[in-house]
């Protein structure tokens, strides 16, 4: 078996809940990112639970939110109608948490919110009041 911690973010669709003969279960795919070389690379890994709490909270799981699943890793493949072969990687969950939830904008200072007006009117930014003054006579040229 293996373990694991992986984040990512919702795919192309929001997660949708199934009811079938086995009973009601959760599905969503999350898009995980790596870099290798420089260059980023996606992989798919779908997600299941049938875990009453994970199917409550199906209406939250929405395209682009960013999710922390922690569960047993699967593979398995699959052939598409052209014949080619795939592989689908599962997690069957044990828990779903969201990453970065919060609002940005409640943990603005006000020296913040002011500077993001006066760019949001054209002026020049406002420097912070504890930045470093510059001082000519202290350049060592």
């Known amino acids: 078996m293996i373990y694991t911690h992986t984040i990512g973010r919702i795919g192309a669709k929001d997660c949708r809940v199934i009811t079938g003969t086995h009973g009601t279960f959760m599905a969503v795919d999350i898009a995980v990112d790596d870099y290798s070389k420089g260059k980023q690379i996606t992989t798919w890994v779908r997600v299941k639970s049938s875990k009453e709490n994970h199917i409550r909270l199906a209406e939250y799981l929405t395209k682009g939110r960013m999710v922390l699943v922690e569960g047993t890793l699967t593979s398995s493949i699959w052939t598409d109608r052209n014949g080619e072969n795939h592989i ?28 993001k007006a006066a760019k949001a009117e054209g002026e020049a930014p406002v420097p912070p009041a504890d930045a470093p003054q510059d001082k000519s006579e202290d350049l060592p040229f």
């Open 88 to 115: 689908q990687h599962s997690i069957i969950a044990d828990s779903i948490a969201f990453v970065n939830a919060g609002k940005k904008d409640a943990a603005d200072t006000p020296a913040t919110k002011a500077r």
